[in-house]
């Protein structure tokens, strides 16, 4: 039998450990959106900083938890309007502490829907659009308002400029 690869990585359950609270305090201390009292939010936040423990995102966006990321995906990144809409996207995302992450359609709408998907699958907290295929199919915008929907549903936002 394989032997389970050990790391020196904190887990959600050692926090708690350290804390002396349970796992599920711990969870809605980093969630931020359940009350916890004052003692256990301190013990809790002391622990992350004395552990040095940092949140697997993958294990929460399985979780359906939403990331700190915002997509901005656009037809190319060349053109100083797009340059300046994407500078602008990424001081915002890092003045809120969030992750901005840009990627291109190259003017196809098969490959803007994918990236829009893939955003949906990483659990994106926006997805921002600009500069669209202008000349989309009746079933690539069904399937761009299908994603929009689902985005929503999930708590995040798709914001379509252009």
Not at 11 to 31: E, F, I, K, Q
Not at 49 to 67: C, D, I, P
């Amino acid at each position: 039998m394989a032997k389970r690869k050990t790391t020196n990585s904190p887990t959600l359950a050692d926090v708690a450990a350290h804390a002396g609270v349970s796992p599920a305090t711990v969870s809605r201390v980093l969630a931020g959106n359940y009350p916890v009292s004052r003692s256990a939010n301190q013990r809790v936040m002391r622990s992350i900083r004395e552990l040095n423990y940092a949140a697997n995102t993958h294990a929460r966006a399985l979780a359906g938890v939403q990331s700190k990321t915002i997509a901005f995906i656009l037809a190319d990144v060349r053109g100083q309007s797009f340059a300046d809409a994407a500078h602008g996207v990424e001081q915002e995302a890092s003045r809120r502490g969030w992750l901005s992450l840009i990627g291109t359609s190259q003017g196809e709408a098969a490959r803007e829907l994918a990236l829009v998907q893939l955003m949906r699958e990483q659990r994106a907290g926006a997805v921002i659009l600009i500069g669209g295929v202008t000349n989309e199919s009746t079933d690539d915008r069904a399937r761009m308002a299908e994603l929009a929907r689902s985005l929503h549903a999930a708590g995040s936002l798709l914001v379509l400029c252009g």
